[in-house]
């Protein structure tokens, strides 16, 4: 059973800031770009930023230059760096291989960030 775990949402004001992480299980993350997902109840999932295995990294323009996808070879973990956080981050939060997102395979449970005004 692949599962990704997402953690590090929270309540933050305006102008803040978190940084989620994602736990990827080896096998996925050694060989896949990966990506941060959002979805706002009602609406669909949108790609947030991606970061392929040699690290290159490319990010929504809603995103660019507030927040910062990375990954820990070490820890198999990718994360999202979000400063400057506006109401409109308001989200549940999701990271996934980007072949299984485009598969709808291997959500996991997401982390809700709330952003309030």
């Known amino acids: 059973q692949v599962q990704l775990v997402e953690s590090g949402g929270g309540l933050v004001q305006t102008g803040g800031s978190l940084r989620l992480s994602c736990a990827v299980p080896?096998?996925?993350?050694?060989?896949?770009?990966m990506g941060w997902y959002r979805q706002v109840s009602g609406k669909q999932r949108e790609l947030v930023a991606i970061?392929?295995?040699?690290?290159?990294?490319n990010a929504a323009d809603s995103v660019k230059g507030r927040f910062t996808i990375s990954r820990d070879t070490a820890n198999n973990t990718v994360y999202l760096q979000m400063n400057n956080l506006k109401p409109e981050d308001t989200a549940v939060y999701y990271c996934?291989?980007?072949?299984?997102?485009?598969?709808?395979?291997?959500w996991g449970q997401g982390t809700q960030v709330t952003v309030s005004s």
């Open positions: 996934n291989a980007v072949r299984f997102a485009l598969q709808g395979r291997y």
């Open positions: 080896e096998s996925i993350f050694s060989s896949n770009p």
């Open positions: 970061i392929t295995t040699d690290g290159k990294t």
